[in-house]
């Protein structure tokens, strides 16, 4: 049986039994934020060198000013989307010390 990590630090610790710790959330390559985040990047890459100006030397109408602007607004989302979701959150183990 496990206990809270209050229980430990207040001396209730019982003999025998695992000591529990927690993370304060998952690792960010567990998450599908990330998968997600890396998606919408490779979609800005992509439709940046698609749609370039041909050539033809038009203008460009998705330039990479464009594509590093749109990188940095993901960027800052997916930023604060973990921050929230680190809030919080947590992810107990056992760090294998008996109490």
């Given at each position: 049986m496990a206990y809270a990590s209050s229980d430990i630090s207040a001396g209730n610790a019982r003999a025998g039994r695992?000591?529990?710790?927690?993370?304060?959330?998952?690792?960010?390559?567990?998450?599908?934020e990330l998968m997600v985040y890396l998606?919408?990047?490779?979609?800005?890459?992509?439709?940046?060198?698609a749609v370039g100006n041909g050539g033809d030397g038009g203008t460009d109408p998705f330039s990479a000013l464009d594509a590093i602007r749109y990188i940095s607004y993901l960027t800052i989302g997916y930023m604060i989307a973990r921050g929230l979701a680190k809030?919080?959150?947590?992810e107990?183990?056992?760090?294998g010390r008996k109490g």
């Amino acid at each position: 049986m496990a206990y809270a990590s209050s229980d430990i630090s207040a001396g209730n610790a019982r003999a025998g039994r695992t000591h529990r710790v927690s993370t304060e959330t998952k690792s960010a390559f567990k998450t599908t934020e990330l998968m997600v985040y890396l998606a919408a990047v490779v979609a800005v890459i992509i439709t940046t060198v698609a749609v370039g100006n041909g050539g033809d030397g038009g203008t460009d109408p998705f330039s990479a000013l464009d594509a590093i602007r749109y990188i940095s607004y993901l960027t800052i989302g997916y930023m604060i989307a973990r921050g929230l979701a680190k809030m919080g959150s947590r992810e107990t183990y056992d760090d294998g010390r008996k109490g």
